[in-house]
């Protein structure tokens, strides 16, 4: 299964950005994570396959939304009121088992998009 993500660019702090994430085939469970610069990659939120079983980092809980479309294979990051603090690489993932937050249990990646809030 390949991913394919967009939608990461350069917003203000309190700005919003949408993120999208396309698969080429069916997967159960969907996710993002993020990596800054010196960091590790860290969990940010994922939804099962039913739009249930969402679960999201405490760092962006009430900011971030996470959704999906499976008719178009696809999942997205709703991310508003950003904070400098959000800046990252964000990845998608997808898994075909229920999995939770640990990145090693995610089978696919998408390649990265960046987002970047200026204070």
């Known amino acids: 299964v390949q991913l394919q993500a967009s939608g990461g660019g350069l917003v203000e702090a309190g700005g919003s950005l949408r993120l999208s994430c396309g698969a080429s085939d069916r997967t159960f469970t969907m996710a993002w994570f993020r990596q800054a610069p010196g960091k590790e990659r860290e969990f940010v939120a994922t939804i099962g396959r039913s739009g249930g079983n969402i679960y999201y980092a405490d760092s962006v809980k009430g900011r971030f939304t996470i959704s999906r479309d499976n008719a178009k294979n696809t999942w997205y990051l709703q991310m508003n009121s950003l904070k400098p603090e959000d800046t990252a690489v964000y990845y998608c993932?997808?898994?075909?088992?229920?999995?939770?937050?640990?990145?090693?249990?995610?089978?696919?990646w998408g390649q990265g998009t960046q987002v970047t809030v200026s204070s």
């Open positions: 993932a997808a898994s075909s088992k229920v999995v939770g937050v640990t990145s090693r249990a995610y089978e696919y």
